[in-house]
């Protein structure tokens, strides 16, 4: 086990009795509305940590934490392709992630999400030997150097988000090249071995947020999920269409495996780390919110019994890729009759946007909307943070960056870079940016800290290290771009 959970009754009775405010239509309508802050909770001890507390993710010293970053590419297909490495960024050499990290650090971003492939991290069906190699710790050659990038990570003082991005069931492997090999609605028995790896993995690394899958879309992907069957699907599992070998998300495959749901994944977790924070996306490749307290805090009980379950969401513009597109307000940006949904899980707990992007890589859309976000965190009590996607320069893939080397943003990313810029977190220097940026911090809001009862610092065991991979310098496979499916046709 990482750590015993520090939360008191107190703080669990608070975010109880938000819930069911929260639930309630009316509970936005007045200035009145609860909000839950964690001046009762008690931070983790560490140099870097991270933990809920009511509806904020706080530090180690007790300060409100707002999550900004980028997700990472490759790490989720690359192992599963003969000769292509780990990562796409070709400044990557071994463990030595400097250029990168450098790169980010020169944006302010406080989280990189860090997305594997399930099949890999087990070393199964058939992934090449340079990933599947076992190491003298017991964990092979992927998992080592993604432990070895997260150690680098938290070493810059940034979180990372491990997300469970890619997976398949049974004896089958996902590489995600081509035209084949789609994303799968759901978790499944692999999913099991996986999280309590990983978990056992990183129980000791308290700067790590587990994402226990990227992107439901039970029943299937061509019908719409935000009813009481896919929100059913998401929470206990179903039977589900295999999309591991298939071109096409409208048509449905024939070939079934009994998906879980993320009560199992969360089970699974628990049953080897009792308090990394989680986070949970809805349906419609995590893109609903509407039933997401109702599913996740059934009568204001949270289904962690760690209680320190957050939400995902995934938006993309134009608005009709995502079901929260709607606006480029985040308060209004999902559809109606439950406009304020986003807002209506925040007063509860932390919502994560850990996609957010433009799929034509404009940062049109994006520029207001990351605003939106900034000014619902300070006005409204909240952390909704956001992870960009993604750090790479596919050409829109969408990709936040140009330049690996410099992490020169794209037209898109300049929307998060200089958002970043006017929060006083960059120096504006990689590109234009208008405005005049506020004072601040990496890693706190302007919102007064939580009371912290703990003053005792000590130091975690840190994730096994990585001694004996080493990450052929090859040239990376084609990419294509990421399969998101218009949220307007369903």
């Given at each position: 086990?990482?750590?015993?959970?520090?939360?008191?009754?107190l703080?669990?009775?608070?975010?109880?009795?938000?819930?069911?405010?929260?639930l309630s239509?009316?509970?936005?309508?007045?200035?009145?509305?609860?909000t839950?802050?964690?001046?009762?909770?008690t931070?983790?001890?560490?140099?870097?940590?991270?933990?809920i507390?009511?509806?904020?993710?706080?530090?180690?010293?007790?300060?409100?934490?707002v999550?900004?970053?980028?997700?990472?590419?490759?790490?989720?297909y690359d192992?599963?392709?003969s000769?292509a490495g780990?990562?796409?960024?070709?400044t990557i050499?071994?463990?030595?992630?400097?250029?990168?990290?450098d790169a980010?650090?020169?944006?302010?971003i406080?989280?990189?999400?860090?997305?594997?492939?399930?099949?890999?991290?087990?070393?199964?069906?058939?992934?090449?030997?340079?990933?599947s190699?076992v190491?003298?710790n017991?964990?092979?050659?992927?998992?080592?150097?993604?432990?070895?990038?997260?150690?680098?990570?938290?070493?810059?003082s940034?979180?990372?988000?491990?997300?469970?991005?890619?997976?398949?069931p049974?004896?089958?492997?996902?590489?995600?090249?081509?035209?084949?090999?789609?994303?799968?609605?759901?978790?499944?028995s692999?999913?099991?071995?996986f999280?309590?790896?990983?978990?056992?993995?990183?129980?000791?690394?308290?700067a790590?947020?587990?994402?226990?899958f990227?992107?439901?879309?039970?029943p299937?992907?061509?019908?719409n999920?935000?009813?009481?069957?896919?929100?059913?699907?998401?929470?206990?599992?179903?039977?589900?269409?295999d999309?591991?070998?298939?071109?096409?998300?409208n048509?449905i495959?024939?070939?079934?495996y009994?998906g879980?749901?993320?009560?199992q994944?969360?089970?699974?977790?628990?049953?080897?780390?009792?308090?990394?924070?989680?986070l949970?996306?809805?349906?419609?490749?995590?893109?609903d919110?509407?039933?997401?307290?109702?599913?996740?805090?059934?009568?204001?009980?949270?289904?962690?019994?760690?209680?320190q379950?957050?939400?995902?969401?995934?938006?993309?513009?134009?608005?009709?890729n995502?079901?929260?597109?709607?606006t480029?307000n985040?308060?209004?940006?999902?559809?109606?009759?439950n406009?304020?949904?986003?807002?209506?899980?925040?007063?509860?707990?932390?919502?994560l946007?850990?996609?957010?992007?433009?799929?034509t890589?404009?940062?049109?859309?994006?520029?207001?909307?990351?605003?939106?976000?900034?000014?619902?965190?300070?006005?409204?009590?909240?952390?909704?943070?956001?992870?960009g996607?993604?750090?790479?320069?596919?050409?829109?893939?969408?990709?936040?960056?140009?330049?690996?080397?410099?992490?020169?943003p794209?037209?898109m990313?300049a929307?998060?870079?200089?958002?970043?810029?006017?929060?006083?977190?960059?120096?504006?220097?990689?590109?234009?940016?208008?405005?005049?940026?506020t004072?601040?911090?990496?890693?706190?809001?302007?919102?007064?800290?939580?009371?912290?009862t703990?003053?005792?610092?000590?130091?975690?065991?840190?994730?096994?290290?990585?001694?004996?991979t080493?990450v052929?310098?090859?040239?990376?496979?084609?990419?294509?771009?990421?399969?998101?499916q218009?949220?307007?046709?369903?």
């Open positions: 086990m990482r750590r015993t959970s520090t939360l008191p009754i703080c669990v009775l608070l975010i109880m009795a938000a819930v069911l405010v929260a239509p009316s509970s936005f309508n007045s200035n009145t509305r609860p839950l802050t964690a001046a009762t909770c931070p983790t001890p560490g140099s870097l940590t991270i933990t507390c009511g509806n904020r993710f706080v530090n180690q010293a007790g300060q409100a934490v999550l900004r970053g980028a997700n990472t590419e490759g790490t989720q192992c599963a392709q000769g780990f990562f796409d960024d070709p050499s071994g463990t030595n992630f400097s250029t990168e990290i980010m650090k020169a944006w302010g406080n989280i990189v999400r860090v997305n594997l492939n399930e099949e890999c991290w087990l070393g199964i069906n058939g992934v090449p030997s340079s990933t190699a190491g003298p017991g964990y092979n050659a992927y998992a080592n150097e993604i432990g070895a990038y997260v150690s680098a990570l938290n070493a810059a940034i979180y990372a988000e491990v997300d469970l991005h890619l997976n398949a049974g004896s089958e492997l996902i590489t995600d090249s081509g035209s084949e090999d789609y994303q799968n609605p759901l978790p499944e692999n999913s099991d071995a999280w309590k790896s990983v978990g056992t993995y990183f129980a000791n690394n308290p790590v947020i587990f994402g226990v990227n992107e439901p879309f039970a299937n992907a061509a019908v999920g935000d009813t009481s069957v896919g929100w059913g699907c998401d929470l206990n599992g179903c039977i589900v269409p999309y591991t070998d298939t071109s096409n998300y048509v495959p024939s070939t079934t009994a879980e749901g993320m009560k994944m969360i089970t699974d977790i628990r049953s080897v780390d009792s308090s990394t924070p989680l949970v996306g809805g349906p419609d490749w995590a893109g919110m509407d039933q997401w307290l109702a599913t996740f805090y059934p009568n204001g009980v949270s289904i962690d019994p760690s209680n379950l957050a939400a995902s969401v995934h938006i993309y513009f134009p608005s009709g995502s079901p929260c597109s709607v480029t985040v308060t209004t940006a999902c559809p109606s009759p406009a304020k949904a986003i807002m209506q899980v925040a007063a509860v707990t932390p919502v946007i850990d996609e957010v992007g433009d799929l890589c404009s940062a049109k859309n994006l520029t207001p909307f990351l605003s939106s976000v900034d000014q619902a965190d300070a006005a409204d009590n909240v952390d909704i943070g956001y992870v996607w993604s750090w790479t320069t596919y050409s829109c893939d969408p990709n936040l960056i140009s330049s690996w080397t410099t992490g020169k794209s037209t990313g929307a998060e870079y200089c958002q970043l810029y006017l929060d006083g977190l960059n120096n504006g220097n990689l590109t234009t940016c208008s405005g005049t940026p004072t601040s911090t990496t890693t706190t809001t302007t919102h007064p800290p939580p009371t912290s703990t003053t005792t610092t000590t130091t975690t065991d840190p994730p096994p290290t990585s001694t004996t080493t052929p310098t090859t040239t990376k496979s084609t990419r294509p771009k990421k399969k998101h218009g949220g307007g046709n369903r």
